[in-house]
T-cell receptor, first 116, second 109 residues
């Protein structure tokens, strides 16, 4: 099973709202990722969690706040977003970097976010 | 500047033709992945290559990793309309993975 699930599938929010995106995997993976993808562009890395600790933050604005409650769950808390933050938000997981073959990332279906 | 350069950016061919997509970088990666993505969906893994010079076959798709682990190619034989989609290469190193800009393939009947 290589399934990563994401909820919700679609989200519409105003600029003053607070919302959260959720990601879950049960593959025993110890690294989890958030990506942002704009239309007709490749995914851009936002955050990396390794063994439930934040290991990479790609200078993402503080209105995006990641959280990793346990090894299976990854959240992205959203507050005071801007219309330009509208995008497809993708979650991924990998076994972790102990061997090169374990770096492979498996992606969820994404959450399509629209900020009005 | 894109860390991984993919070419061509767009490719439109007739069903039954062969094609090759290239993924090049000046960086060395510990592994390289190829994904296919449909609109509004997450990327779906096609293959991971790890060893320099490695060749992997997946039905009509052949993937090659360069000897120096800086570049890769995807060759599709006898393309079908179902192969239409966005093909992304992604190089990984130390939990950090960077994508190429993608090749948008259209296979016409």
């Amino acid at each position: 099973d290589t399934e990563v699930t994401q909820t919700p599938k679609h989200l519409v929010m105003g600029m003053t709202n607070k919302k959260s995106l959720k990601c879950e995997q049960h593959m025993g993976h110890r690294a989890m990722y958030w990506y942002k993808q704009k239309a007709k562009k490749p995914p851009e890395l936002m955050f990396v969690y390794s063994y439930e600790k934040l290991s990479i933050n790609e200078s993402v604005p503080s209105r995006f706040s990641p959280e990793c409650p346990n090894s299976s769950l990854l959240n992205l808390h959203l507050h005071a977003l801007q219309p330009e933050d509208s995008a497809l938000y993708l979650c991924a997981s990998s076994q972790n970097v102990q061997a090169r073959s374990q770096e492979t990332q498996y992606f969820g279906p994404g959450t399509r976010l629209l900020v009005l | 500047t894109q860390l991984l350069e993919q070419s061509p950016q767009f490719l439109s061919i007739q069903e039954g033709e062969n094609l090759t997509v290239y993924c090049n970088s000046s960086s060395v990666f510990s592994s390289l992945q190829w994904y296919r993505q449909e609109p509004g969906e997450g990327p779906v893994l096609l293959v991971t290559v790890v060893t320099g010079g490695e060749v992997k076959k997946l039905k009509r798709l052949t993937f090659q990793f360069g000897d120096a682990r800086k570049d890769s190619s995807l060759h599709i034989t006898a393309a079908q309309t179902g192969d239409t989609g966005l093909y992304l290469c992604a190089g990984a190193k130390n939990n950090d993975m960077r994508f190429g800009a993608g090749t948008r393939l259209t296979v016409k009947p």
